[in-house]
């Protein structure tokens, strides 16, 4: 028995998987990225950053059908420069939030749409990033009193596990993200993540999520990875992610995903995979556990 997936959608994530650590995209990323537009297959790209701050690179936003952008809070379309969905937090998690990370000794920032406020600890940390919006410095207090559709924690010793922990059992919806070489808690309303925000681009397009391909390292991924098709890890950098995702192919530095894509366009765009239950190799799997293999590249 064979599980086929005609491939009408790539989802992506951007830093760590598309986007290397110095923020460049490589020619060869590019390149895949046109022999999926050239397919007549759907790019969206899901991802923590804001819609400005796709924005920042200019070489992906033309070649993007959609996006989702803060993790499944905001909907974008960069073709009609236009907002698609955005989802609010709550006044209580936005409070909670800040309150946890204060105590935690961390920085904490929020974005509304078009603003990003934070906190000194947070500017601190995070002296040139997130690109794109403008960024403003705000007391705590203020913080925890504006509306927001998503929040970003970071912490001086890199470590965020106990806040993530916190942050998920008393307010919202909260994953690991990365942008450049620094690891990011992202957080957004209970129920929002980037498989959410996946199924909406996607019903939006008029495709069905099981004909999407995803690729992610980090597991604010893991979300996305199980509403498509298909999912492949970027690289080895979370256990996590690499035990969700179908296969394993190698790093944004070696251009893994350019390289799968390239192996997608000269299969005609059509995976076939052994019996979800029985892997090629006969071996037997746990229900709902993917068959995870490596694919390396000479």
């Known amino acids: 028995m064979l599980l086929v997936v005609r491939v009408e959608a790539v989802v ?41 701050g796709l924005e920042h690179f200019g070489v992906l936003a033309p070649r993007t059908r959609m996006a989702v952008c803060c993790s499944g809070a905001i909907g974008w379309s960069s073709p009609e420069q236009a907002l698609m969905w955005v989802a609010w937090m709550t006044p209580t998690a936005i409070g909670r939030v800040v309150e946890i990370a204060i105590s935690e000794g961390a920085g904490v920032a ?20 997130p690109h794109g919006p403008t960024r403003i410095v705000v007391e705590s207090a203020a913080l ?7 929040m970003a924690v970071r912490h001086a010793n890199g470590n965020l596990d106990r806040i993530a922990g916190l942050v998920a059992a008393e307010a919202d919806s909260a994953a690991l993200s990365h942008v450049g070489r620094s ?74 995903f350019a390289r799968k894509i390239a192996d997608l366009a000269a299969a005609g765009w059509v995976i076939e995979d052994a019996d979800p239950q029985v892997g090629a190799d006969g071996e037997i799997r746990t229900p709902g556990q993917p068959l995870t293999r490596r694919l390396l590249y000479p």
């Not at 925890?144 to 998503?150: D, M, Q």
């Open 183 to 256: 690891t990011v808690l992202d957080v957004t309303a209970q129920g929002v993540d980037k498989g959410t925000g996946t199924c909406r681009a996607l019903e939006a397009l008029g495709l069905a999520p099981s004909s999407a391909i995803s690729f992610g390292d980090m597991p604010n991924d893991l979300a996305m990875f199980r509403v498509t098709g298909r999912s492949y890890s970027v690289g080895e950098s979370d256990p996590r992610v690499m035990s969700a995702a179908s296969e394993i192919i190698p790093s944004v530095e070696d251009d893994g």
């Open 144 to 150: 925890a009193e504006t509306a927001c559709c998503t």
């Open 12 to 52: 992506t994530d951007l830093d760590g998987t598309i986007v290397r650590s110095d923020f460049s995209v490589s020619p060869a990323t590019l390149t895949a990225l046109d022999l999926i537009r050239s397919a007549g297959i759907s790019f969206v790209i899901a991802t923590a950053r804001t819609p400005q």
């Open 110 to 129: 929020s974005f509304d749409g078009s603003l990003w406020r934070m906190t000194d600890e947070y500017h601190r940390l995070s002296p040139t990033q």
